[in-house]
């Protein structure tokens, strides 16, 4: 049973990492359109099967579940959700419910699995994590001509869905000026910016974690190697609010939740080395968005406003799926705030206990801050609250999906109960 948990777990892990390049590789050999979309389903599905192996597990075994405060109001988030799903609207979103319910599964399934040794899955995490982002980093400096080899905009219309998006060479958001060039960016449809960010500072905050409480064995000249690349995996995403969330939560943690009088500095200043070689670039970013010169800028603001005007009305929720109607209203709230998007279709209710699920996780963190894990569950968690004010990360399958299955492994594991 131990194994065979750690083998589910080991393809969860590489299927949420590698997903796209795996995509990409099957959908070049031909392989039929139903199993590339199993495929990108795999993390769900993999997600019940370990739930009910769990509890196959727990049951077997006679082991008492004492759900943490977090477990209580995901769980109470979730009856609220199917209630809305079955019973009060009859347009109904299949796609709009797995984003609102799996971070419930992603944290069950963590919390559940008391039987698979942890180190191994944290190994497999640090090299699975390494390849992502050497992997990233060539596909990055390969250059557009790569990605049309590698019929990456097929593939974004034939199974990610993006019609109509990608209409001949490629889309002006595969690049970006760097200082006075312009080079090509790991983003668009198939690698959005947001999600390569979130993922490679997830993977950077537990792997800087073992560094900074030196629980890693394996932390020597190789691994501090492939930390300034996963930072410099972040910053060449440009994507400003995962960056700006990344940096805030680095210096919040060091500096009033976890402060030490030798702060390691090189994170800062890898940071400022790369924004002071690209300072045009990041320059133009920053005025952009204060200026709300850009179009980005402007749908951001544009989209708070509307999400406000919108949830004032439908405080109580529209229904799951209720976000289709936003954007044909223009207002695209569920695509820039996460927040947004739970109030608007499942109501205030619904939000106060996933907020509260988020304060019992942050005060669990806080008081288990020492952990090496929790640095880096931290490290995230700040990040990705402040980023989800724009963007729908926290509803984010691909980045966020082993954050909360970490955190109910965390707190399961050390026995937090609030």
Known sequence: MLAFLQVLLAILISSVLLQDFIGIFFFNLGVPKIVLQLFLALKDILLVVIIYLSLVANVILKKRIRLTSTGFFLIFYAIIIFVYYTVF????????????????????????????QKKTILTWIEKIGAFSVILSLLFYFSGPSFFIKMRTLAFTEYIRGFYGLVNRGLPSTFFSKFGGVQI???????????????????????????????????????????LV?????????????????????????EKFIMPTKRMNKWVIIVGFIFVALSFTTFKNMVMDTIELRDGSSIAHAYALENSWNYIKTNWLGAGIGASGKWV????????????????????????ICFLCALISVFITLVRNRHHFMSYGLLLFFICIVFNSMFSASFLSATPTILFWFFIGYFEKENACYL
């Open 89 to 116: 609207y009859k347009s109904r979103s299949l796609m709009d419910l797995r984003a609102l319910i799996f971070p419930v599964l992603a944290y069950l399934a963590g919390f559940l699995v008391i039987i698979v």
């Open 184 to 226: 090509f960016r790991l983003a668009g449809p198939i690698l959005n910016p947001i999600g390569t960010s979130l993922l490679f500072i997830f993977i950077f905050s537990l792997i800087y974690g073992y560094y900074r409480y030196q629980q890693w064995s394996l932390m020597n000249r190789c691994s501090k190697t492939l």
């Open 229 to 253: 690349l996963t930072l410099c995996a972040i910053l060449l995403t440009l994507s400003r609010g995962p960056i700006i969330g990344f940096f805030l939560g680095y210096f919040i943690l």
């Open 328 to 351: 044909k209203l223009d207002a695209d709230a569920a695509g820039e705030n996460s927040y947004a998007m739970i109030i608007g279709q499942v109501g205030i209710f619904s939000f």
